[in-house]
């Protein structure tokens, strides 16, 4: 079983910061993309960010030059930087891992379970 643990989320103020973690653990054997998503209430589950095994990302046009996603290799974890959050960026947080089993070679998909942002003053 792949499974990712996804920690980072709580209360902050406008134009404050905040670092998600997402680590997957489990029988690896490769990586092609991990990304986060979020979903608001009443709203669809949107991409955020999502980075490649080489190293490639993608942002949503809405945190552009605001959240940076970042990736440790050795211990397949993925981080997701927000500044400057602003309230329209209160949602749950997912993490998402596409990749490999190494036991057997299998594509898997697995998501975590979701970490609160909220922010408000």
């Known amino acids: 079983q792949v499974q990712l643990v996804e920690s980072g989320g709580g209360l902050v103020q406008p134009g404050g910061s905040l670092r998600l973690s997402c680590a997957a653990s489990?029988?690896?054997?490769?990586?092609?993309?991990m990304g986060w998503y979020r979903q608001a209430p009443g709203k669809e589950r949107e991409l955020v960010a999502a980075v490649t095994s080489d190293g490639s990302t993608n942002y949503a046009d809405s945190v552009k030059g605001r959240f940076t996603i970042s990736r440790d290799n050795a211990k397949i974890t993925v981080y997701l930087q927000m500044n400057n959050l602003k309230s329209e960026d209160t949602a749950v947080y997912y993490c998402?891992?596409?990749?490999?089993?190494?036991?057997?070679?299998?594509?898997?998909?697995?998501w975590g379970q979701g970490t609160l942002v909220t922010v408000s003053s």
């Open positions: 489990g029988s690896i054997f490769s990586i092609n993309v």
């Open positions: 998402n891992a596409d990749g490999v089993r190494s036991v057997i070679r299998r594509r898997f998909e697995v």
